[in-house]
Antibody, heavy 120, light 109 residues
């Protein structure tokens, strides 16, 4: 059974850094793209980016390029989403997704979500 | 960037009724690379349909997708109580940007 298990909720202050995680199991982690989707409170879905853990090839949505860093540690089947300096507007739920990559990706499995709250 | 418009914004129906949800793209979606997701309150989205009409693993056959080009439809043949949720379409036929529609909420009449 494919599972994506994400790290727990975070409360941070503006300007702080943060790294959240997503552990994949039940499939070949190195042979599948994995990525992140943002959902701001009461809003829709926004694709942030994906990474191929086998060779660390990373693709970002133009909207999120330079704003976050996506990485993966294939030795522990875990993907990460990282911010160097959080803003209040980063408050959202972040979903880890397994991505099927064609011209662009669609997402066949989703993690449970990590709620990030940024407030002074 | 391809913009997706979903209609209606809210669909109020009773269990057992048929639901027809529309997703319209601002330009043609290459290869019918269009997916549909269901999101229930407090839960992660779930993939229902990919490639416009292919049901994902474990999805009941009351869910069906159709369409090509710029016009796509998700049909739920007979609504079950667990089907009341928000439905999003997503195109993945353009690079580098995928886009999601704003969603259609199906609620109980």
């Amino acid at each position: 059974e494919v599972q994506l298990v994400q790290s727990g909720a975070e409360v941070k202050k503006p300007g702080e850094s943060l790294k959240i995680s997503c552990k994949g199991s039940g499939y070949s982690f190195t042979s599948n793209w994995i990525g992140w989707v943002r959902q701001m409170p009461g809003k829709g879905l926004e694709w942030m980016g994906i990474i191929y853990p086998g060779d660390s090839d990373t693709r970002y949505s133009p909207s999120f390029q330079g704003q976050v860093t996506i990485s993966a540690d294939k030795s522990i089947s875990t993907a990460y989403l990282q911010w160097s300096s959080l803003k209040a507007s980063d408050t959202a739920k972040y979903y880890c997704v397994r991505a099927i990559m064609l011209t662009s990706p669609y997402f066949d499995y989703w993690g449970q979500g990590t709620l990030v709250t940024v407030s002074s | 960037e391809i913009v997706l418009t979903q209609s209606p914004g809210t669909l109020s129906l009773s269990p057992g009724e048929r639901a027809t949800l529309s997703c319209r793209a601002s330009q043609s979606v290459r290869s019918s690379y269009l997916a549909w997701y269901q999101q229930k309150p407090g839960q992660a989205p779930r993939l229902l349909i990919h490639a416009a009409s292919a049901r994902a693993t474990g999805i009941p056959d009351r869910f069906s997708g159709s369409g090509s080009g710029t016009d796509f439809t998700l049909t739920i043949s007979r609504l079950e109580p667990e089907d009341f949720a928000v439905y999003y379409c997503q195109q993945y036929g353009s690079s580098p940007g995928i886009t999601f529609g704003p969603g259609t909420k199906v609620d109980i009449k």
